[in-house]
């Protein structure tokens, strides 16, 4: 995977949540919102039996102006689809995150929710990701259009990305950057 041209921003303060300044600067911050980016590039959501949610993108970071991606602190995953019948968070402590290398491994006890961030060689500012979780979408609920995914870490630091080339599908929603 390769960085998307479309986080070619200007650097910004990016906000955390609860309106609190996170102390760091994201090349890939939104004119708008004030949020950094999060470049989403697949998207695949489950429903029943499955009950599944598979985001797969790359995150650009900044580490000469304390913009780090690091399990020092809970990392907290939150997808939702433009119908919101998909609202779901999942979360790793600093406990259940492991680092070695350019990986960091995330897991809970149960396996409920699995996620891997891993820097490119070359350039150790992108991070690749890979997050599974379990995630309750009944079979009736209408969801598509498109899939929300908000990243919050580093005490606060708050990513957006959105991903809204969608096909919906009998059984869930399958989502592709184009």
Known sequence: MRPSRRLALPVALCCALAGSVARADCPDTDPVDGICDVNLLNARVRKEPFHKVILKGQIIT??????????????TVHVEDFFQNLNHDLSWTPEECITSGR?????????????????????????????????????????GISVTLRFTHNGGVLREGILD???????????RHL
């Open 62 to 75: 900044d580490p000469a102006s304390g913009d780090v991606f690091d399990a020092s602190s809970t990392i």
């Open 103 to 143: 990986r960091i491994r995330c897991k809970k006890a149960d396996r409920s929710a699995v996620a891997v961030f891993t820097s490119f060689l070359n350039t150790p500012n992108v991070i690749r990701f890979l997050v599974r979780g379990d995630a309750e979408v009944p079979l009736e609920a209408q969801i």
């Open 165 to 175: 080339e969608c096909k919906v599908t009998r059984r869930g929603l399958n989502c």
